[in-house]
């Protein structure tokens, strides 16, 4: 079954170091990979995708996200965290037009300061 | 150029009623999805349109019905409420049912059901 995975429930790091949010899916193939994010009282924001091509894609706010088909892994990541990154991270994959689109559980980033 | 609007932004029903939630996408954009989110069971898709056609449904009992206008703009419906479909309910639209699409997300419908 196509499943998405995000085993951190929540991630803290220190303002100004570099953060990792993990992400693996369940299927191979050529999947459609995508991260959102989720501030308080607020839907889902649009943060970068993966469709093919550079395995390094870059998004919104200084965000980026490396996809391994090896590991089937698309992890986010941001050379120095600032405390405004605090929010809710979501990972959504889609394997095909006729798929739906299927998100993890999501991360809960910390930022201290 | 505005954003996905959902109205409206709070509700509350009690057990047994019906409830009709609203969804208009960004401007040209002809696809529009729903999901909700509990702090259960995250985020679950409910029904994908494009073109006044349903294209995807989730696992969801007849009760959540949803339904999409020549505008694109779409409703959701769930009828005899029950305490466990209190939710935040958020609707995304995209330009196309595409795979690759990005889907751009409204702030959703919060509803209580007492």
Not at chain 2, 15 to 30: F, K
Not at chain 2, 35 to 49: I, K, S
Not at chain 2, 81 to 95: H, I, K, Q, T, V
């Given at each position: 079954?196509?499943?998405?995975a995000?085993p951190?429930?929540?991630?803290?790091?220190?303002?100004?170091?570099?953060?990792?949010?993990?992400?693996?899916?369940?299927?191979?193939?050529?999947p459609?990979?995508?991260?959102?994010?989720?501030?308080p009282?607020?839907?889902?924001?649009?943060?970068?995708?993966?469709?093919?091509?550079?395995?390094l894609?870059?998004?919104s706010?200084?965000?980026?996200?490396e996809f391994?088909?090896?590991?089937?892994?698309?992890?986010?990541?941001?050379p120095?965290a600032?405390v405004s990154?605090?929010a809710?991270?979501?990972?959504?994959?889609?394997?095909?037009?006729t798929?739906?689109?299927?998100?993890?559980?999501?991360?809960?980033?910390?930022?201290?300061? | 150029k505005?954003?996905?609007?959902?109205?409206?932004?709070y509700?509350?029903?009690?057990?047994?009623?019906?409830?009709t939630l609203s969804?208009?996408p960004?401007?040209?954009?002809?696809?529009?999805?729903?999901?909700?989110?509990t702090?259960?069971?995250?985020?679950?898709?409910?029904?994908?349109y494009?073109?006044?056609?349903?294209?995807?449904?989730?696992?969801f009992?007849?009760?959540?019905?949803?339904?999409q206008f020549?505008?694109?703009r779409?409703?959701?419906?769930?009828?005899?409420?029950?305490?466990?479909?209190?939710?935040?309910?958020?609707?995304?639209?995209?330009?196309?049912?595409?795979?690759?699409?990005?889907?751009?997300?409204g702030?959703?419908?919060?509803?209580?059901?007492l």
């Amino acid at each position: 079954a196509q499943s998405v995975a995000q085993p951190e429930d929540q991630v803290n790091v220190a303002e100004g170091n570099p953060l990792t949010v993990k992400c693996t899916y369940s299927v191979s193939g050529n999947p459609y990979l995508f991260w959102y994010v989720q501030y308080p009282n607020r839907g889902l924001q649009f943060l970068l995708k993966y469709i093919t091509g550079d395995n390094l894609v870059k998004g919104s706010y200084g965000f980026e996200a490396e996809f391994n088909k090896s590991q089937t892994s698309f992890h986010l990541k941001k050379p120095s965290a600032l405390v405004s990154d605090s929010a809710l991270y979501f990972c959504a994959v889609r394997w095909s037009d006729t798929d739906k689109l299927i998100f993890g559980t999501g991360t809960r980033l910390q930022v201290f300061p | 150029k505005a954003g996905v609007t959902q109205t409206p932004r709070y509700l509350i029903k009690t057990r047994g009623q019906q409830v009709t939630l609203s969804c208009s996408p960004i401007s040209g954009h002809r696809s529009v999805s729903w999901y909700q989110q509990t702090p259960g069971q995250g985020l679950q898709f409910l029904f994908e349109y494009f073109s006044e056609t349903q294209r995807n449904k989730g696992n969801f009992p007849g009760r959540f019905s949803g339904r999409q206008f020549s505008n694109s703009r779409s409703e959701m419906n769930v009828s005899t409420l029950e305490l466990g479909d209190s939710a935040l309910y958020l609707c995304a639209s995209s330009l196309g049912p595409g795979a690759g699409q990005p889907q751009h997300f409204g702030d959703g419908t919060r509803l209580s059901i007492l």
